[in-house]
């Protein structure tokens, strides 16, 4: 198959050369107007687990999620649709998975659209349309391929399904030959909003570089810049999956990390995106997983992790915030916004170890919104101050 879709690396290539230089340039100098948004914290949530999950979600303060269905699962979808419906006073994406049979026959593809696109109506109106498309082993041995996927499920929502929001392109790290292949092509496609995997997890830290250059920042950039240049998309920009895997669990691999670890970095990547002010949403992966999850199952008890609570506070603190600016100076971050009650405070962390003494502030807090009162220092673990 690989061979077969070989052709495809020559528009790669092209459209690579053509686009790329003005994005890096148009990334670093084009801001966002954009100061709040209503759908910034999201979930990964897992309609074939417990509906303990429900409760959970109310807990933690989070009305934004993301559930997968598989087509290759949809003779279960009224078990997805149970699942759902106890979901509907949240927001709700819809990530349509993809599968080999589906991308090789069209009619059972535009047959089973229809079936989920009909199945959902009145509950969701906005759909991720495949998850990885730049792996082989998610069924897409080229961007090619995935174009012609979107295209039949696009034809499928213009005609009997207007309302509805489609998410597109959803590459997996920072894949920019994938990424312009997927904005800059001859296909007759539409993205309401542009996906991007931005997985940090061969990185020690989510403000780490990748070849030197490129942050988690300097990333966004420049996908927003180029989903700004595509005639194809609007430069509304998701991210559907974040998340780093625990060691010590089962089907890890060397980049896990320490829960403590997860935590910052869980924290510090939100953060991050949300300083960006080009990101809507944020879907941390996943909220029930023994691996990468904010609560896990162990022996018949549902237990939850450090992040759980962590999450907790930054969506009281933050949801709906005002973003007023976000700086980085010798690894000294700092954003500072405005929160719903219009008091400013400034979120400031350190990227490694050492500490900065914090003076002239009113009241600052830890990531779990406990009040600290005396040797308050800025280190790796973020701190709330309030101005």
């Known amino acids: 198959m690989s061979l077969k879709n070989k052709a495809d690396s020559i528009p790669t290539a092209l459209t690579t050369l053509l686009f790329t230089p003005f994005s890096f340039f148009l990334g670093s100098i084009y801001k966002s107007k954009q100061t709040q948004f209503k759908h910034f914290f999201g979930l990964n949530v897992d309609a074939t687990k417990s509906i303990e999950q429900i409760e959970l979600l109310n807990e933690l303060g989070c009305n934004d999620i993301l559930v997968r269905i598989p087509l290759k699962d949809i003779k ?19 990530n349509i998975i993809q599968n080999r049979e589906h991308i090789e026959n069209e009619e059972l593809l535009k047959k089973d659209i229809r079936l989920i696109f009909s199945t959902f109506k009145g509950v969701c109106n906005q759909y991720q349309i495949a998850n990885a498309t730049n792996e082989n082993k998610w069924g897409f041995f080229s961007i090619k391929e995935y174009l012609s996927f979107y295209k039949t499920i696009q034809t499928i929502r213009d005609e009997k399904f207007p309302q509805y929001s489609l998410i597109g392109s959803n590459i997996k790290g920072f894949e920019i030959k994938h990424t312009v292949r997927s904005l800059f092509n001859y296909f007759k496609i539409k993205y309401d909003k542009v996906g991007a995997l931005l ?103 549902l237990h939850k992790r450090k992040a759980f609570y962590v999450l907790q506070n930054m969506i009281k603190m933050l949801n709906n915030c005002e973003v007023q600016k976000y700086t980085n100076s010798g690894g000294l971050h700092v954003l500072t916004v405005k929160d719903t009650k219009n008091k400013m405070l400034d979120i400031v962390w350190v990227e490694a170890e050492g500490c900065v003494e914090l003076t002239e502030f009113k009241k600052v807090y830890d990531i779990y919104g406990k009040e600290m009162k005396k040797d308050i220092k800025i280190t790796k673990s973020p701190i709330y101050a309030y101005h």
């Not at 997805?80 to 419906?85: L, Q, S």
């Open 199 to 301: 997985y940090m997890n061969d990185a020690k830290f989510p403000e780490a570089t990748k070849f030197g250059i490129f942050d988690l920042k300097k990333q966004i950039d420049t996908i927003h810049a180029l989903s700004t240049l595509a005639v194809k998309s609007n430069n509304e920009l998701i991210i559907p999956e974040a998340s780093w895997k625990i060691k010590e669990q089962k089907g890890v691999n060397s980049s896990a990390v320490s829960e403590d670890d997860y935590t910052l970095f869980m924290i510090r990547y939100y953060l991050f995106a949300l300083g960006t002010k080009k990101i809507q949403s944020v879907f941390w992966f996943e909220l029930l997983s023994s691996t990468c999850g904010l609560t896990y199952i162990h022996k018949g008890e």
């Open 76 to 94: 279960n979808i009224q078990q997805y649709k149970d699942f759902i419906e106890l979901c509907k006073d949240k927001n709700i994406t819809i």
